[in-house]
C-alpha cells in the first residue's frame, strides 16, 4: 500500500451505531488530519495531530472522537450521530505543519446516517 | 463572509478550450496558495501551489494570484476530458488549509 488508506470506503449506520473510521499513511509523515467534505461546501477541517498530539480541534461535536495511536494511524470514533453527520470524511497526512507542506488526501470514507 | 468564495459551477466546456477557474479570499494572513484537484470518489490531490503574486505554470496549467485584489486564478489550456473533476483552491495560514467550495469541471469531447 501507498499513500494515504482509508477503511471503510463506504458506511452506512444508524443513529444509536459505534463504528470506527481507520486511516494510515505509508509516507512518513509527521502530521495527520481528519476533513469532512459535504455536498456543496468547502472541506471542513475537523482535527490535527502533530507528532501523535492533537493540536487543532475546530469546534467538533462530541459524538465525533480522534485517536491517533501513532503517527502512521488516525481514527475517528462515531456514537450517536445524526442523519446531517452524512459526508465524505477524508484523512490527510503531511511531512510537518509549515505553511508550506503539501497535504496527501486519503480517498474518502463515504457515510450514511440513517 | 467565507474566507475562500469559489463559483460552484459546473462548468462544460469542449475539449480543447481554454478554462478559467476563479476564487477571491479574505484573510489577508494567507501565505500559500494551492489548487487541488479531486476525481469522482477520490480524495483531493495537489496540483499547483504558489507563493507570491504572479504566475506560475506547469504544463498546461498556470496558476496566478493577485495579492492586492485577493484573487486566485488556475487556467487550464488545451483541456482534455480527463481534465473533468472538481478544481478546489485554498489557502494557507500557519500551516491551516482553508478551502473554497470547490469547482466541477467537465470537458466534453
Known amino acids: 500500500e501507498t499513500g494515504v488508506t482509508q477503511t471503510p470506503r463506504h458506511l452506512v449506520m444508524g443513529m444509536t451505531n459505534k463504528k470506527s473510521l481507520k486511516c494510515e499513511q505509508h509516507?512518513?509523515?509527521?502530521?495527520m488530519y481528519w476533513y469532512k467534505q459535504s455536498a456543496k461546501k468547502p472541506l471542513e477541517l475537523m482535527f490535527v495531530?502533530?507528532?501523535?498530539?492533537?493540536?487543532e480541534n475546530n469546534s467538533v461535536p462530541s459524538r465525533f472522537s480522534p485517536e491517533c495511536p501513532n503517527s502512521s494511524h488516525l481514527f475517528l470514533h462515531l456514537h450517536t450521530l445524526q442523519p446531517e453527520d452524512s459526508a465524505l470524511y477524508l484523512c490527510a497526512s503531511s511531512p510537518g505543519r509549515g505553511a508550506s507542506e503539501t497535504q496527501y488526501f486519503g480517498p474518502g470514507t463515504r457515510l450514511l446516517v440513517l | 463572509q467565507k474566507e475562500v468564495e469559489q463559483d460552484p459551477g459546473p462548468l462544460s466546456v469542449p475539449e480543447g478550450a481554454i478554462v478559467s477557474l476563479n476564487c477571491t479570499y479574505s484573510?489577508?494572513?494567507?501565505?500559500?496558495f494551492m489548487w487541488y484537484r479531486q476525481y469522482s470518489r477520490k480524495g483531493p490531490e495537489l496540483l499547483m501551489y504558489t507563493y507570491s503574486s504572479g504566475n506560475k505554470e506547469d504544463g498546461r496549467f498556470t496558476a496566478q494570484v493577485d495579492k492586492s485584489s485577493k484573487y486566485i486564478s488556475l487556467f487550464i489550456r488545451d483541456s482534455q476530458p480527463s481534465d473533468s473533476a472538481t478544481y478546489l483552491c485554498s489557502g494557507t495560514s500557519y500551516g491551516k488549509l482553508t478551502f473554497g467550495q470547490g469547482t466541477i469541471l467537465t470537458v466534453h469531447p
Open positions: 495531530y502533530s507528532l501523535e498530539e492533537r493540536v
Open positions: 484573510n489577508s494572513a494567507f501565505q500559500y
Open positions: 509516507l512518513g509523515h509527521n502530521a
